[in-house]
C-alpha cells in the first residue's frame, strides 16, 4: 500500500513540471532514493492519519446510528430519593420530561415506551410521587402505579368558594397562614392570570382580583409548596378547564360583545344563586336579562353580591329575610342590589358546570325566580305577575 501510494505522487509530479521537480529533490538530496525514502515516509504518515480518521468518523457515526435504534435508557430500580410532581391534564410524554428533569428516567422515550407496554399506566394520576433517580423507564412506571409512592396531601375546595374562604380551607391543611395567602393573592397577574382577562366591554374599569380564578376541584399539595405556588397551581388548573371549554372564545362570539370577565362574573352569581346544577344556566340567562336587557333597573337585585360585601368586610353573611333594608339599599356598597349593570368581580369561584351555563344560557326572557322545593328547584318568570304565582307554590312548600 505504501509502494502504490508513493507511485501515486510520482504519477500526479507527470510533465514537465513534474520532471524539473524531481530532478531539483535529487540534485538537492544527492541522488533518487533520498527522494523515495522521503516520500515514503510522508505517505505512511498520511496513511496513519487517514486510517485514523475514518476509524473515528466510523465509530462517532455508528454511536449516531445506534442512538437512533436503542433507546437511552438506565438500568434497575434506581437509588436514593426524589420527588416529582406530576401537573393535572399532563400527557405521559409530559410526565417523562418531568421525570428526565429530576433525572429519574434517562429519556422521555424510555417511559413512554415503558408506558405504552404496561395497559395499567393509564391509571397514573396527577399529584407527588416519591422516585429514585436513574431508575429504568420499566422501574418508574411501576413505582408510580404503587400507591404508596404517592404523596398525598389532597385538598378539596368545593364549588362556589369565596376567595377568603379557600384561604381557610388550604391553611388549615396546610398549616400555610391564611395572610400568605391573602398577600400571594394581591397580584393576580403575577400568578399566573392573563391580563386580558381584566377587561369589560360595559365601560366599567377592572381592578384585577383572583376571585373566580380559585378552580374548585381537589389538589395534590406538593411537600414544599407555597401560598404562592398553591394559587398558582389553581389558576393554572382554572386555565386548563377554560381553555378545553373555549369559554373566552364562546363568550366573545355568541353572547353579544359580553367580555369573558362579565361572563365569569354571571357563572360565579348562578353558583350562588341557583339549587341545583340544573338550573344554573337559566340564572345565568336571569342575569343577563337583568344587567344588560329590560329589567327596569338593569340591575341584578340578588342578594348574594350583598353578602359577598358583607364577607369582605368582615361581617356575618345572613338570610334575606334577615337582611335590613339599609343593608339591601346600601348605596356604598359597590356590590349593591341596586347598582347598574353588572357588579365589580365575581362573588365566588364557579365550577365547570356554572361556567358553561354562563357560556351557554338557554335561550329565555326570564327576570325572576323562586325556588319552589326544598330539593332547590326553581321556577321562573317574565313578569311580576308570574313571579307572584311562582312564589304562592314556595310559601306552600315551606320554602319562604
Known sequence: MIDDLDLGFDEQDRGEKGKHRRGAVRKRKGGSGGGGRGRTVLALLLTLALLGG??????YGFDRIQGYFV????????????????????????????LVAADVVKSTKAFIEAAEANARSKNIQPGTYKL????????AVTAMLDLKNRIVNGVTIPEGRTAKNVYQLLSKETKIPVKDFEAAAKDPIARGVPDWWFKRTDGKKVKPAIEGFLYP????????????????????NFLTVAGAMQFADRVQKERGGISPYEAL???SLAQAEAGNKEDLGKVARV?????????????????????????????????SADMTEKELLDTKNPYSRKLRGMIPTPINNPGKQAME??????????????????????????????HERNKVKAREAGVI
Open 357 to 386: 351555563g354562563a357560556m351557554d344560557p338557554p335561550p329565555g326572557k326570564w327576570l325572576f325566580f323562586v325556588a319552589i322545593d326544598k330539593e332547590g328547584h326553581s321556577e321562573f318568570a317574565e313578569t311580576v305577575e308570574q
Open 132 to 139: 429514585r433517580k436513574q431508575m429504568s423507564g420499566e422501574s
Open 287 to 319: 342575569a343577563y336579562n337583568r344587567a344588560y336587557g329590560e329589567f327596569p333597573c338593569n340591575c341584578l337585585e340578588m342578594d348574594v353580591t350583598v353578602n359577598y360585601y358583607l364577607e369582605l368586610i368582615g361581617k356575618d353573611t345572613k338570610t
Open 265 to 267: 362574573i354571571v357563572a
Open 54 to 59: 475514518i476509524g473515528g468518523g466510523a465509530f
Open 71 to 98: 433507546t437511552p435508557d438506565y438500568d434497575g430500580a434506581g437509588t436514593g430519593e426524589v420527588s416529582v410532581e406530576i401537573k393535572q391534564g399532563a400527557l405521559i410524554a409530559d410526565m417523562g420530561n418531568a
Open 217 to 236: 376541584d381537589t389538589y395534590e399539595i406538593p411537600p414544599k409548596a407555597t401560598a404562592e405556588t398553591i394559587i398558582e397551581q389553581m389558576v393554572e
